[in-house]
């Protein structure tokens, strides 16, 4: 297998109350996972910036806004910049959109997961936060369709139970996170 | 559990529709950024309730209103005026003094879509002194967006947004004194498309039509994949004059592209390239 063909893929959704658990996550990475990471969160446009400084100063893998076409390399975290929807295309790299809201959300977790799910299969894990909507269960339906390893935020242990409660409740999960077996999920990394 | 959530495209029937939009009417979408296009399609498969591939494929190849209908949905129209208060904070403060050294100032809105950045400009043109010897020309491959432009016509509900864009990237009048309200629309002032030249033209496969000082075309290429946007930033570059102005959307760059080493940034934030070469 070629090294590109070996990376895998982390995606991580949230809204109200996931920055949290994104924090404890960062640290645990390692340059040996051979990991990309795309972070997509819902929030207002001026705090841009500043998100990735505060997450860049959690890890060793390089942070950085994902612009057009960026590719997806390991060892990187992109972060979906306010107002547009990151989608994942077939030969890895990235394409922004800036088309409709989805679940009153733009980015939207789904349209990431959902793309994503298309381009990596089952080298693709999916992470879904604590948040006050439901975007993101039904990228989480297609993803794990196409294989992806589920992961969603025990939702006794989420700030914001509705989005996890409603992925428990309607896709078959493969993992529920909290913070005290986040090793079991880095583990499944390498 | 969740119930199957709708119709899921295959990758195979995605290449089918292509190639018959191709065939049938010299549409070619085969360079656009696949991810897109299938959550597009799908969307549109969804929205207009069609129970199989075969039969939304059907009305595709058979019916031309409902092509012009796929060819309005497929492309995205979502724009605003003012959008990206420090963009228009560089072309005013940067951009317009430079082009005001010129004697005809030639404008290019590549994809202008429904028309908003093209009143924007024309805006800023007017309060710079500059739109009587300026001609903006508004393209896009979608001709129903182009009655639009023409028209000038945008929702009243959008205009307290615009107004607050318009003078946080500089504008210092009263934004609603370039619209008259009429019921739920703005119609904004016909002395702002005096200068407005409108045509059909499809970047995948048009070519240049004439010399511009500055060229709009933000976040219309994030649609394209790599070879289609470096088709169409060689079309920008050979439609430029020497020192001429490129602008494109606030993610997008042409760095890694053909064209990167006849372009400098005119700053680091702002993404606005000069030809240099």
Redesign the interface.
Known sequence: MDEKGKSKLLVIGGSAGSLSMVLHILPLLRAEMYLSVIIVFHRKQATEDTLVDLLAGRTTYRVK?????DELLPGVVYVA?PE?HV????DR?L??????KVNYSRPSID?TF??AS??YGESLICLLLSGANADG??GL??AK?AGAFIVVQDPASAEFPMMPQEAVD???VDMLLHENNLSTLMNFFF | ??ND?GI?LSDSQVETLLVDLIDLYGYDFTNY????L???ISRLIHLDRFLSFAEFRFKVCHDKDYLQHFVEQIT?N?TEMFRDVGFYRALREQVLPVLATWPMIRIWHAGCSTGEEVYSMAILLKESNLLHKSLLYATDINPSVLEKVRAGIFPLSQMKQYSENYIQSGGKRDFSSYYTAIYNSAKFDDELKTRLVLATHNLVSDGTFNEFQLILCR?V???F??PL?DRALRLFYDSLEVLGYLAL?????IKFTTVTSNFKQIDSKEKVWRKTS
């Open positions: 806004e994902a612009e057009d076409k910049p547009y989608l994942v295309e077939k790299s394409s922004l959109d800036i088309s409709e349209v959902e793309s298309d381009a269960v039904r339906w297609v369709q309607k896709v078959p | 559990m969740m959530p899921q950024s696949r991810a897109s299938k959550r597009r995205v979502v976040n290429m994030i649609y994949d790599k946007q959307g606030t993610k997008e760059t």
